[in-house]
């Protein structure tokens, strides 16, 4: 798939891509697609154990990957994907807080799925997103 173009940000994403070998981004045409982002901090790799710093680092991880592959970032998103480990109030309240403060002018497509696990220890929030690159 020589005509794809892949990212892997610094830090958490070169050393995922070093060791499970995969990219954080992909663009296809005017669309950029991001693996799912956690809440972990991309020097350190480590997942924050605070949940409201967790989603918050999260929503930043989309905005990294996004615009390390030439996109402007959260403005651009018309798709997501978000994977969490609960459905309690304070989750969906994290959740819906980081969406309006991240995109404050546009609603994209939404699917939010609870699921058993995650990639890493320690993670209770996931995001994918797709962006479009047209203006």
Known sequence: M????YFSY???GEHMREALSYSQAVIIGDLIEISGQGGWDPETRVVHAD???EFRQAFANV???LTHAGGKGWSQVYKLRIYVLDNTPEIFELLVQNLKEW????KPLLTCVVVKDLGL???R???EACAHLAD
């Open 63 to 65: 905005e990294l990957a």
């Open 2 to 5: 020589s005509h794809l173009q």
């Open 103 to 106: 995109m404050p002018d546009h």
């Open 125 to 127: 929030i996931e995001v």
């Open 121 to 123: 220890e320690g993670m």
């Open 10 to 12: 610094p830090g958490f």
């Open 51 to 53: 949940l409201s710093t």
